[in-house]
């Protein structure tokens, strides 16, 4: 049975997620800001859960209808069939989120919703469900826009991009979904040496070891889908055994990672044992500043410090200017990938990004920055000569 589906990520890499969806099976895909409409089989849902490293979650509508009220979110609620889905012994959370809807008050919407689905199941079994917002069996998210309320079931559980990987993290971690997101927008595939300078807790280093390793990234933790009544669980183990029959040996897989911090260094060593992903990735303490490219061409890939992270913008400014010339001297024949909210980033730089994408890294707004180290003149191809 097709049913309706909609995907979210992060903002800026919504092509990105219809490429995942589509490779799931995925049919009638419709790319907004912010995620996809999209319809499929239970099986698809399954699989692109399994297998997508772009999306956060995947929502299955349950429910459509116009509202000029609150009431009339109630009755559309009330009307649904949640004893369908889920049994009255599971815990619910209700999250609601609104665009341009005329209702004053999202938390007594998010009240009436978690009322009618409590009146719902008194009226068939004669119990209802408990509220826990903290871990929920059942997430129901409620959608307003500026007519229509969309009511959906959560198939994911924990957003997606929560792996089971990391479990030491340092200040102001990189979501590995838009770790992912990058490296792909950068080009990098396995086989092309990759290196983050400024590795942080490994996020970049993890996503790109388990893609070398043919890892996908669910593989490792449960889906909410595993709770609701229409699961199959026969479906469900072809896919997770297709996907382990897949996976490769841990081998080097040419990724480097360093940091000038110890402390993030040994996060990153904790995060890539527990994973398995040691044996593809060689890890060091060092200076962006000081450290050798090492390979004669390859991918940088980093999340460098800015003004949201840290508090002293003249600092940055001298950092900035030196790190614009170790990547002339130190990496030339290299393809640097730097993500950040600071606008000055080039221009202190002293270098010419022949690309910037805008991508949101949570609420914030950010530039993936692409810069070319090329040797010679960069008139013309944006990158400036080794010094």
Not at 254 to 270: E, N
Not at 304 to 311: D, H, N
Request: glycine share 8%.
């Amino acid at each position: 049975m097709v049913e309706t589906f909609f995907a979210s990520c992060p903002r800026g890499l919504e092509q990105l997620l219809v490429d995942d969806l589509s490779a799931a099976g995925a049919r009638d895909l419709k790319q907004i800001s912010g995620g996809v409409h999209f319809r499929a089989e239970w099986t698809v849902c399954y699989r692109a859960n399994l297998h997508s490293r772009i999306a956060t979650r995947i929502l299955w509508r349950v429910a459509h209808a116009p509202y000029r009220t609150e009431d009339d979110i109630y009755r559309l609620a009330l009307e649904t069939s949640w004893p369908r889905s889920f049994v009255s012994e599971q815990t619910i959370r209700v999250d609601v989120t609104a665009v341009k809807s005329a209702l004053k008050s999202i938390d007594f919407v998010t009240l009436r919703i978690k009322d009618a689905i409590c009146d719902r199941f008194r009226r068939d079994t004669g119990k209802r469900p408990s509220v826990d917002t903290r871990q929920p069996d059942v997430r129901v998210h409620g959608f307003l826009g500026s007519e229509d309320c969309t009511l959906y079931l959560d198939t994911s559980g924990a957003p997606l991009y929560q792996r089971g990987c990391r479990q030491k993290t340092v200040d102001a971690p990189l979501k590995e979904n838009l770790a992912a997101g990058i490296l792909r927008l950068s080009g990098w595939h396995p086989g092309v040496t990759l290196l983050d300078p400024m590795c942080g807790s490994g996020t970049f280093l993890i996503e790109a070891a388990q893609i070398a390793l043919g890892i996908a990234p669910g593989a490792g933790r449960s889906f909410a889908f595993q709770r609701l009544r229409q699961f199959d669980a026969a479906a469900w183990k072809r896919l997770l055994d297709a996907a382990q029959a897949g996976e490769k040996s841990a081998d080097h897989a040419g990724i480097f990672g360093s940091d000038l911090s110890p402390v993030a260094v040994r996060a990153a060593l904790a995060n890539l044992d527990r994973a398995g992903l040691l044996p593809a990735v060689t890890l060091s303490t060092g200076d962006l500043l000081e450290i050798s490219a090492p390979a004669s061409h390859g991918i940088l890939v980093s999340n460098p410090p800015y003004g949201e992270r840290v508090s002293d913008h003249d600092e940055l400014a001298e950092f900035y200017p030196l790190l614009g010339s170790a990547l002339k001297r130190r990496f030339a024949g290299w393809n640097c990938y730097l993500l950040s909210a600071d606008t000055r980033l080039p221009k202190l730089m002293h270098l010419t990004p022949s690309r910037k994408t805008p991508l949101f890294n949570g609420a914030l707004e950010c530039r993936l920055y692409e810069f070319r180290m090329v040797a010679g003149s960069n008139r013309g191809t944006a990158a400036m000569p080794p010094v």
